[in-house]
């Protein structure tokens, strides 16, 4: 939470945190098969806030994040996104997206391009910006998340970590207000894993806020303001890493804690 | 033989047995230097046995195989009329050149159909895929269009297409067979070329449009810069050999009275009953579509580059 007010209030926004979710509900599925997946969900992220997810499979993380960059459609509540509803139909969702970015745990890069064109093809078709230009912001991008020379690359040709580098540098290209990252390490073994997660402590000691879901508790440790335990859809327990991973209060964070070892 | 296989892995076992660990032989040396162990040797020497016993077995069959064939066509008692009726090779030159310029046609229909039956195609499976609501009259156009054309044999369509067009009278209509033959081909193949498209487009995984969206493309953009690119390169085997059953097909134009390859040999025939201007023909179209497969193969070979990735999750699926 310090270093939320470390960051400061922007100009024109003054208190408004850039993300909060306002009883978010989500379910899949009708009559007796229906499910709910999100069940009224309140969070803020603040501007340089780093908010993790923790909770076994199917407790909402990857909807939930999915939601937020409105590719899931919530039932009901409210998504604010530095004030603005954003969940409303009527807004560009288009827009919205550019503002923020989202990493698969899949990595989901395009197959057919090389590497460079996966960074390129957005700020080339959405934001029209002339090759040379998006490339040299590319390689920038490259340089910093250790892929320089694996710019001519196709994905398949990665490793597993490299591959969710260079997801991970598609995702900065546009320069997002907001880094949603779904179980971006739990496709990848420790060794990958770890290089991984050496490049988002990296982004988190710049100040770059995120929304992350994780299996990793040394990680959410590390780089968490803010602990949220997600718990068949509703939020059980939430606080520092400390409070959360160490003291947790609730039966279920301490079984969920537990199981994890 | 299953004896002899039998043997040959006892021996192999009692080799493994008597020397212990087969490792022992690599442990000394520095990396990279191997010696096969006893192991690995009589693993081998047991390959290359069964392989050559394959060999042998194959070539013994096929001469078995061809011999049989040989045998009971030329001792069949038309063999000698049936042989100068169709593979009388004085006939063959005679007729080469009309059957070769009436292929000629049949390769100006192909190329010509192959790429307006290929945009078309496409254009109708982005169409039926494509959720804009201004293109809804569209797409029940595309969606009735496939059905039709498909679910009517191709003869069908070719007389339909042949007789009835030009007794419309229209008058910018072109009326000649090659036309009309070349239009009632386009027609039905674009329809196939359609579906497999449709196929290839609704192979491509889903996470695949929501990274395209969630990186701010719209529906449209994703459609035509990530979807599009993976749905062609998934289907080209079956869209290539979609073709190569075009080029075969382009001779169903001569029920027209269009004079390709089939229809010259047809009249090369009338008068003398010999029939070898079809082999010739048969010859020809052999020429180009046996060339033409092979070749299609090594290139959707060579595809398999980028298809690794699908292959562990299975048909197009990324995830």
């Known amino acids: 939470m310090s270093r939320a007010s470390d960051g400061g209030a922007r100009p024109g926004k003054p208190d408004a945190p850039l993300l909060s979710l306002r009883g978010v509900r989500k379910t899949f599925g009708t009559g007796a098969g229906q ?89 080339r078709v959405v934001h029209r910006r002339p090759r040379p230009s998006a490339e040299a912001d590319a390689h920038a991008i490259l340089e910093k998340v250790g892929l320089t020379h694996r710019a001519r690359a196709y994905p398949d040709q990665l490793s597993g970590g490299e591959q969710q580098r260079a997801a991970i540098a598609r995702a900065l290209v546009g320069g997002p207000e907001l880094l949603l990252l779904d179980e971006v390490t739990s496709a990848l073994d420790p ?63 301490r079984e969920f804690l537990r199981r994890l070892g | 033989m299953s004896d002899d296989a039998r043997e040959g892995r006892t021996a192999g076992h ?181 579906e497999i498209f449709r196929a290839g487009i609704e192979s491509v995984h889903p996470s695949q449009v929501a990274a395209a969206r969630s990186l701010g493309l719209t529906r449209g953009q994703a459609v035509r810069r990530v979807v599009l690119p993976q749905a062609v390169r998934n289907v080209t085997a079956p869209v290539a050999s979609m073709l190569v059953a075009l080029q075969k097909d382009s001779g169903l134009i001569s029920i027209l009275g269009a004079v390709d390859a089939i229809r010259a040999a047809q009249i090369a025939t009338t008068g003398d009953y010999n029939f070898t201007p079809y082999v010739v023909a048969g010859v020809l179209f052999l020429l180009i579509s046996i060339p033409l497969t092979r070749l299609v193969d090594a290139w959707s070979a060579r595809q398999g580059w980028r298809g690794q990735m699908r292959g562990i999750a299975g048909a197009g699926a990324l995830r």
């Open chain 1, 191 to 253: 060794a990958l894993a770890g290089e991984v997660l050496d490049l988002l402590l990296a982004l988190r000691a710049e100040g770059t806020t995120m929304l992350v879901a994780t299996h990793e508790m040394r990680f959410a440790r590390q780089v968490a303001d803010e602990i949220v335990f997600l718990h068949e859809g509703r939020i059980h327990e939430r606080g520092t890493p400390t409070q959360v991973l160490d003291h947790p209060q609730r039966d279920a964070t």
């Open chain 2, 14 to 194: 009692a080799d493994a047995r008597s020397h212990g660990d087969g490792r022992s032989h690599g442990d000394g040396g520095s990396q990279g230097a191997w010696t096969p162990s006893d192991i690995a040797r009589a693993r081998t020497a047991y390959r290359r046995t069964q392989r050559r016993r394959a060999l042998l077995v194959a070539a013994v069959a096929t001469v078995i195989v061809l011999g049989a064939v040989v045998l009971v066509v030329t001792n069949a008692p038309g063999w000698e009329r049936a042989r100068d009726a169709f593979f009388s090779p004085q006939r063959a030159v005679e007729v080469l050149p009309e059957v070769a310029a009436g292929l000629w046609l049949n390769l100006r229909v192909w190329i010509v159909a192959s790429v307006v039956g290929l945009i078309v195609g496409l254009l109708l499976a982005v169409l039926r895929t494509s959720r804009i609501p201004a293109l809804f009259p569209l797409r029940l156009f595309a969606i009735a269009y496939v059905d039709v054309f498909r679910g009517v044999p191709l003869l069908l369509i070719l007389l339909l297409v042949g007789f009835g067009l030009p007794a419309l009278r229209l008058p910018w209509l072109p009326v000649s067979a090659a036309f009309l033959g070349g239009l009632a081909i386009v027609l039905t193949y674009t329809a196939y070329l359609a």
């Open chain 1, 35 to 123: 499910h709910v997946v999100l069940d009224g969900i309140d969070l803020d992220v603040a501007e340089h806030q780093c908010v993790v997810l923790v909770g076994s499979s199917g407790s909402g993380k990857s909807t939930l994040l999915r939601a937020v960059d409105l590719l899931e459609e919530i039932d009901d509540g409210q998504i604010l996104l530095d004030g603005e509803d954003v969940a409303n139909p009527w807004v560009d969702a288009n827009a919205v997206r550019a503002r923020l970015a989202l990493v698969f745990q899949q990595y989901n890069l395009f197959p057919h391009l090389r590497v460079l064109d996966n960074l390129t093809l957005a700020p």
